[in-house]
C-alpha cells in the first residue's frame, strides 16, 4: 500500500471511491450527497486551505481522505478532516488510521496548529482526537451528534479554549453534512 498526496487527475476516481463506500455503508442517496460534497471540496476550495490524501494499492485508489481549513477571529491556523472513506473490501485493515495519520503527520510539517473532525469518538481516538466541548471550541454548524465534535492540538498537550465563531470552506458550509 501506498500513501501519497492526491493529484488532479484522480478527482473522478476519488469521487467514485466516496459514493461506492458510503453508498454500501449508508445507501444510494448519502453515496451521491457525499460524493457531490468530495467533488466540490476538490474542484472549488483553494489550494492552500486545502489537503488530500489517498491509499493505493496496484495503483487502485483504495482510500481517500481530505483536511480543509477552518477559520477562527484569533487566526489559529487548524484543518478540519471532512470525509474520510475507505472502499469497503479494505475497511477494517487500518489503512484509514494509517492514512489519517500520514495526513496529520504532513499537516504538521505545514505548521497547522489544531486538527478537527466530527465522527466516531470510538474510531478517531485511536489517532489522537479526543472530544472537544462547544464551549471550548464552537463548530461551524450546528451538530447534531455534538458527541462527535473532536480535535487535537499539535502545539501543545490540550487545545486552549477559542472564543468567537469558525468557519469552514464553502464546500463543508451545508447543514445536512453536519
Not at 463506500?21 to 445507501?27: K, L, P, W
Not at 480543509?68 to 478532516?81: P, Q
Not at 475497511?91 to 499537516?107: C, P
Not at 473532525?117 to 447534531?144: H, M, Q, R, W
Amino acid at each position: 500500500m501506498k500513501l501519497s498526496t492526491y493529484s488532479p487527475s484522480m478527482i473522478d476516481d476519488i469521487k467514485q471511491l466516496f459514493i461506492k463506500t458510503f453508498s454500501d455503508s449508508e445507501g444510494q442517496e448519502e453515496g451521491l450527497v457525499i460524493g457531490t460534497f468530495v467533488h466540490d471540496l476538490m474542484m472549488r476550495t483553494d489550494s492552500d486551505d486545502l489537503y488530500g490524501f489517498v491509499a493505493t494499492e496496484n495503483q487502485q485508489i483504495i482510500g481517500g481522505i481530505f483536511f480543509s481549513r477552518m477559520t477562527f477571529e484569533n487566526k489559529v491556523v487548524a484543518f478540519i478532516l471532512s470525509p474520510v472513506a475507505i472502499k469497503t473490501s479494505y475497511q477494517g485493515k487500518g489503512i484509514g488510521q494509517k492514512l489519517i495519520e500520514f495526513g496529520l503527520n504532513a499537516l504538521k510539517e505545514k505548521g497547522v496548529e489544531l486538527a478537527f473532525t466530527y465522527g466516531d469518538p470510538n474510531f478517531y481516538s485511536k489517532v489522537g482526537f479526543s472530544t472537544i466541548p462547544e464551549k471550548l471550541v464552537k463548530a461551524p454548524l450546528p451538530l447534531t451528534y455534538p458527541e462527535g465534535w473532536l480535535g487535537q492540538s499539535f502545539i501543545g498537550d490540550e487545545i486552549e479554549p477559542i472564543t468567537g465563531n469558525s468557519h469552514c470552506v464553502d464546500a463543508l458550509n451545508k447543514p445536512e453534512l453536519w
